[in-house]
């Protein structure tokens, strides 16, 4: 190999003389490669088939019952200085973190394969990408990353042209909860993944390479690592807008980013493009524009609650070529999970055990399914385009049951920040701890910024220079509830109505009126054809409560004092303004 590859050879060969595997595989990606993996772990029932009639090409993979989801107080961003990685991180000095993990790590691969995974995140040739390599001893890790990044030979010859890549070393280890931890070192581009085979712990790629580590270089480099959705609206006359947005779980990401418009939009030529469900990365074009990849491959959705009513097209992406994660079996091994709503039943729970609804769910309610993205109806060819889509508007949104209307627009780019900086969401049942709490998420990116929030705003902040044609800032709030507890907004296909609105801004004919919290639509700037809402809806969905609002800004005003003299000034400032025009 060449020299350019000298640097990853070393560090192959230092990872194997710590783990000692008894062999190491180098991933090519190709499809005899995939299917040797897939064999060997039907064999040794790391996976089961599922009906290949109705599901072809599909397995099923059962995780440790204590191995479901991430781990958010196992995470570390392991900065040289404390404070780099801010009061939204767990931090552990490097030295410290290199040690208590490398002890886990010594000797942990004996008997097993070690796979070596180079990994392109975002197209092979577009400048936004960048590579990865994930040394890894599970083969359910591989599998799922050759679904969800470009793996394989086409990377490690773009690394060779780079000479520069994330490490991440992975091991399953015991899948002792005791024994595992997930650190950041985001100054050395390095990850280190100890005791868990789940999805955002162990696809290092995902939240940890594409999120956390992207996040603290893009800081460096200009750009903005988010967790957002990109999708495309084309309108009846073929021009296509390009959206990106953020929301904090449970709030259906990846049902608005493959939505099916309502019938009469339908009719009339409107059509959706999914670029991505989960990942955004973004940096200005030479017009000073925003310009969007998805740095990812595919799609790792949660699987309940996805229905043919919810989201026709993930449906639709996951009848062949699927893996799924933790969800229950039907009588004929179909894939099965609360709320798919197609008349089948379950009989085998997501434990493998006979299904019974006193014990559990059929499916564990983080039960996932990885598909690539080229399965879902919907995909849009540009989200191989190495240049990146131009992004018209950013969204952030929540689930607030009250105050927060449908939908407002940000006077300016430094109060869209204030926006995201402030969003919220309540939490629901699928979460930990009490249901409808409220609690802050910053652009939906508290598990993942991989460095201080103050700074992280004031990265937002700097990318207002002369010459930017940055996107309009919206929020959305889909889950707005009447006083009978009832939600007002229909949602799904009918958000549509509301993007509609958001172009219509974004082209300068829109009408809205302006209040301290922003440009708010009246009900006529927005099509409400076939959707009849009640007074309470119009009132709720389309007004403000200027003393609830009040409230909220001391709120937020509280919130941001957590940063400290960090913060940028101009953050606190608006939020100031607003309060005292609230006032
Ligand atoms: O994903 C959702 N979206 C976005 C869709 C593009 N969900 C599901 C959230 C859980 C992941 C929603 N739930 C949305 C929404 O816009 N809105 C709601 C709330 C809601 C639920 C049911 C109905 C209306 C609103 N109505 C009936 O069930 C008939
Ligand atoms: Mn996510």
Request: charged content about 20%.
């Amino acid at each position: 190999m060449s020299s350019r590859l000298e640097h990853l050879n070393h560090w192959v060969a230092e990872v194997a003389h710590h783990t000692r595997p008894a062999a190491i595989h180098w991933c090519d990606g190709s499809d005899t490669e995939n299917r040797m993996l897939i064999d060997q772990m039907l064999a040794d029932g790391t996976l089961h088939l599922l009906n290949q009639d109705t599901h072809p090409g599909s397995t099923l993979h059962r995780s440790h019952p204590d191995d479901v989801a991430r781990v958010e107080h196992l995470t570390y961003v392991c900065t040289t200085h404390h404070e780099d990685a801010g009061p939204n991180n767990h931090w552990m000095a490097p030295d410290e973190a290199h040690a208590e993990i490398d002890a886990l790590f010594d000797g942990c691969m004996q008997g097993r394969t070690m796979y070596v995974i180079p990994y392109c995140m975002g197209p092979i040739d577009s400048p936004l990408s960048r590579c990865g390599v994930e040394i890894t001893d599970s083969p359910y890790v591989v599998a799922n990353m050759r679904i969800m990044t470009r793996m394989g030979a086409a990377a490690l010859a773009r690394i060779e042209r780079d000479g520069t890549f994330v490490k991440g070393l992975h091991s399953i280890g015991e899948l002792d909860p005791n024994r595992r931890c997930i650190m950041h070192f985001p100054e050395e581009l390095t990850i280190k993944s100890y005791g868990s085979g789940y999805g955002g712990n162990a696809l290092l790629g995902k939240k940890c390479h594409a999120l956390r580590i992207a996040s603290h270089q893009a800081r460096s480099e200009g750009w903005l690592a988010e967790h957002m959705l990109i999708l495309g609206i084309e309108n009846p006359q073929g021009q296509t807008h390009y959206i990106a947005a953020a929301f904090p779980s449970a709030c259906g990401k990846t049902n608005l980013a493959m939505l099916i418009p309502p019938e009469g939009y339908l009719r009339d030529g409107w059509k959706i493009w999914t670029i991505g469900d989960d990942i955004c990365w973004m940096r200005p074009g030479p017009d000073g524009r925003l310009y969007a990849i998805n740095p990812e491959a595919g799609f790792f959705g949660v699987a309940p609650g996805t229905s043919n009513k919810s989201n026709p097209n993930a449906l639709a992406s996951i009848q062949s070529n699927t893996i799924f994660t933790n969800v229950g079996v039907t009588a004929d091994h179909q894939p099965w999970w609360e709320g798919i709503d197609n008349g089948q039943v379950p009989v085998t729970d997501w434990q493998g055990q006979p299904y019974d609804a006193s014990m559990r769910p059929a499916a564990h309610p983080n039960s996932r399914f990885t598909v690539s993205a080229k399965q879902c109806p919907s995909y849009s060819a540009m989200s191989e385009d190495p240049h990146g889509v131009p992004i018209s508007a950013i969204v952030f949104g929540g689930r607030r049951a009250s105050l927060v209307p449908l939908v407002f627009e940000a006077r300016d780019w430094t109060h869209g920040v204030l926006v995201g900086a402030a969003m919220g969401s309540e939490t629901t049942a699928a979460a930990t701890g009490a249901v409808g709490v409220m609690r802050r998420d910053p652009m939906a990116m508290k598990p993942f910024c991989g460095y201080n929030f103050a700074d992280y705003f004031a990265h937002w902040l700097s990318f207002d220079t002369e010459g930017a044609k940055l996107p309009k800032v919206f929020h959305v709030n889909w889950f707005r509830k009447g006083d009978d507890g009832k939600f007002l907004w229909p949602g799904f296909g009918d958000n549509l109505r509301v993007l509609e609105w958001m172009l219509r801004r974004v082209e300068g004919h829109g009408g809205a009126v302006e209040t301290p919290i922003g440009h708010l639509p009246i009900a006529h700037d927005i099509n409400l054809e076939g959707v009849p809402l009640s007074d309470e809806a119009h009132a709720k969905l389309f007004g403000i409560d200027r003393e609830a609002w009040q409230a909220e800004f001391a709120s937020i005003g509280d919130y941001l004092a957590e940063y400290g003299p960090r913060l940028p000034q101009a953050l606190l400032e608006e939020q100031r303004k607003i309060a005292a025009e609230l006032a």
